[in-house]
């Protein structure tokens, strides 16, 4: 805000500030606000770190590949989040896989085939799946669009038992498959709108190129659009799973707990805990440091998680805009 | 659409294409239904919800008690009961967390775009985004590391606020980024070339331009937040009764309603948990519409 270097431009000389009080003052507030933002996210990262070191350090079982979660008595600490790990990859990349054919499908009617008076409309429908609170989809999942699909469950475990993806588990409804298909719901208009986007910026030469050369609408939108949007359509995949990796109160009224010591299995008609819903069902139990460190330590685990898969989705992003730019 | 209308019919020397069918033409027609099935089924669950929300709510929530009285001295047997408390609380917490949310995300938005020079850029855009992927859980567990379990505070309404504050800080800087950026910069150089310094031409000129689709980014950030649970969960305690202080003891929530009377299985219960859900989804479904609707009729024409 003080020193400046010369101006070496015409541009410059117009943009530079005058040093008025008006100029310096919102200059400092806007910095400090920005200041603020990456304060607000090392402190993040610092303080789940100092809270959860400890915890982990006095861990008795190694904390990333053990199995059980015992933290009732502060000088026996014993837990690992290998089965945290499991259930919430195995549910968020389910809810992947069913909801990205589903947006992509969703984007392409959008911006190839409706009619553009439609389109913006029709958007916003999709839109509006998002602006439901993941409680209510949690209420209605448990009570309304479990015992809906379980027919087709049964029809999976009976048919295809033989893959251990599909082995009979639970007879309730609180199942993996049961919140797979419900987060598959709420991160549809994340897929959908990010994908939308990208399909929206297909050169129009490219479309009539493949036109002119005969090509039939869905000869063009593969030759065409599809290669154009790809990077854009993995980024809104990763997103997505981002939030479904985090996603809580769907999953807390979903899911139903396992009892302790029950052996591991790879079915998604089993029950589990997520990182979030562990965290979730035990927040009226943070008592003491130790123990609380030990769903901190959880959370980071999350964090970590839900950062790596954010990140590769921005990497694929910004590649693609220096391709393209 | 054209292309098959122009090969089909194309006899004669005139056309050196031929006519698309078979199987080209099978997989074109089977393609556009496709996708148009593909929008439909996303409609299924959008409806159901609503339809279920609505049916099984709606007899509470046509009452005017439901929305005058608290749940003090309504036993789980009772039926009726009130959503004042909750919506109380609800609105107290996204208000506090849109005032500390909304002077932090707008002026980092304005460092973005106005100050593209500055050296912050870069990282401020990447913490942005990290911000954006954080977990609700883990921004209410931060909010509990730091004052519960460090500074020794109790849980309290104030501090779900802040947790919202997180989640809601990096949409609107998003937001406010985006509606700077298409403001023309025709505007700006107009304004510098009448000599007004850039403080003012940000204040009078950029901001204004940009007042509606900024306005919108706010209302969708607070219909977000409105319908969080997890920060509730671990940082304030349930209560039936009216609580208007946010920075004492347990404050009810709608989201907290839901998820205590979800456990009551006895039909009272169930009511009560379907016509909060009804009354949520009602104020996230009133700023949502509202701001799609300033949005379109106002502000810069793309």
């Keep these: ?100 054919p589903v947006a992509v499908g969703i984007a392409i009617f959008i911006t190839q085939y409706a009619p ?15 602006a439901v609170p993941s409680i209510i989809y949690g209420l209605w999942g448990i009570q ?7 027919p087709f469950g049964d029809w999976l475990n009976s048919t295809f038992g033989w893959i251990p993806l599909f082995a009979p588990g639970l007879t309730s409804a609180g199942t993996v498959y049961s919140i797979g298909v419900v987060l598959a719901i709420m991160i549809l208009p994340i897929i959908t709108a990010i994908s939308r986007e990208v ?33 854009g359509v993995i980024a809104a995949s990763m997103l997505g799973l981002g939030r479904a990796l985090g ?19 790879a079915s998604i008609f089993n029950g589990g805990e ?52 | 659409m054209s292309v098959t209308t122009q090969t089909k019919g194309g006899p004669g020397p005139a056309s050196a294409l031929t006519p698309v069918h078979g199987r080209r033409r099978f997989v074109d027609r089977s393609m556009r239904v496709l996708v148009f099935l593909a929008f439909l089924l996303a409609l299924i669950p959008l409806v159901w919800v609503l339809w279920i929300t609505i049916s099984r709510g709606i007899a509470l929530v046509v009452q005017p008690e439901w929305w005058t009285s608290s749940m003090r001295n309504v036993g789980p047997n009772d039926f009726g009961g009130g959503a004042a ?9 996204a208000a506090i967390a849109t005032v500390i949310a909304v002077p932090i995300g707008v002026l980092t938005g304005i460092y973005l775009v106005e100050y593209q020079e500055k050296p912050l850029v870069k990282p401020i855009s990447f913490m942005t985004d990290v911000l954006t992927g954080i977990p609700s859980i ?74 509606s689709g900024i306005i919108t980014t706010i209302m969708l950030g607070v219909a977000r937040i409105m319908g969080e649970t997890a920060p509730l969960l671990i940082l304030v305690g349930y209560t039936a009764s009216l609580n208007p202080n946010p920075f004492t003891g347990e404050q009810a929530a709608l989201p907290l309603m839901i998820n205590v009377e979800r456990g009551n299985p006895l039909p009272p219960g169930q009511e009560r948990a379907w016509a909060a859900a009804l009354t949520l989804i009602l104020l996230v479904m009133v700023l949502n519409i509202g701001a799609r609707f300033i949005g379109r009729y106002s502000g810069i024409k793309r």
């Design chain 1, 1 to 100: 805000m003080t020193a400046y270097s010369p101006p070496d431009s015409e541009e410059d000389l117009v943009k530079r500030s005058t040093g008025r009080l008006g100029d310096r003052t919102i200059a400092f507030l806007s910095t400090a606000s920005g200041v603020a933002v990456i304060a607000t996210v090392v402190l993040v990262g610092l303080f789940l770190l100092w809270r959860a070191v400890p915890s982990i350090l006095a861990d008795q079982v190694p904390f990333l590949t053990s199995r059980e979660w015992n933290v009732n008595n502060p000088d026996d600490l014993r837990f690992g989040v290998l089965d945290l790990m499991w259930t919430t990859v195995l549910s968020s990349v389910m809810a992947m896989v069913l909801a990205v």
């Design chain 1, 116 to 130: 553009r008076r439609l389109a913006k409309p029709v958007a916003s429908l999709v839109d509006l799946l998002a």
């Design chain 1, 144 to 150: 309304v669009l479990a015992p809906a699909i379980k």
């Design chain 1, 199 to 231: 399909f929206d910026q297909t050169p129009l030469l490219h479309k009539e190129a493949a036109l002119a050369l005969g090509a039939t609408k869905w000869e063009m939108v593969r030759t065409a659009v599809l290669p154009f949007g790809r990077p």
């Design chain 1, 247 to 265: 996603e809580t109160m769907a999953v807390v009224i979903i899911l139903s707990k396992p009892a302790p010591g029950s052996e591991f299995s």
């Design chain 1, 274 to 325: 997520t990182f979030a819903s562990k965290i979730a069902n035990n927040a009226a139990e943070f008592d003491s440091p130790e123990k609380t460190g030990a769903y901190i330590a959880a959370g980071l685990v999350l964090f970590i998680l839900t950062f790596i898969v954010n990140a590769i989705a921005r990497y694929v992003i910004h590649r693609r805009k220096e391709f393209t730019e």
């Design chain 2, 85 to 93: 408390a909750a919506i109380q609380g609800t609105l107290t917490q």
């Design chain 2, 138 to 211: 883990v921004s209410g567990l931060f909010i509990y590391a730091l004052f519960i379990t460090t500074f020794g505070f109790s849980r309290m309404g104030f501090l779900v606020a802040l947790a919202l504050t997180l989640l809601m800080i990096p949409v609107i800087i998003r937001g406010t980024e985006e509606m700077l950026k298409i403001v023309p910069n025709d505007l700006r150089e107009a304004s510098y070339a009448l000599g007004v310094p850039r403080y003012r031409t940000i204040l009078k000129v950029v901001l204004p331009t940009a007042m």
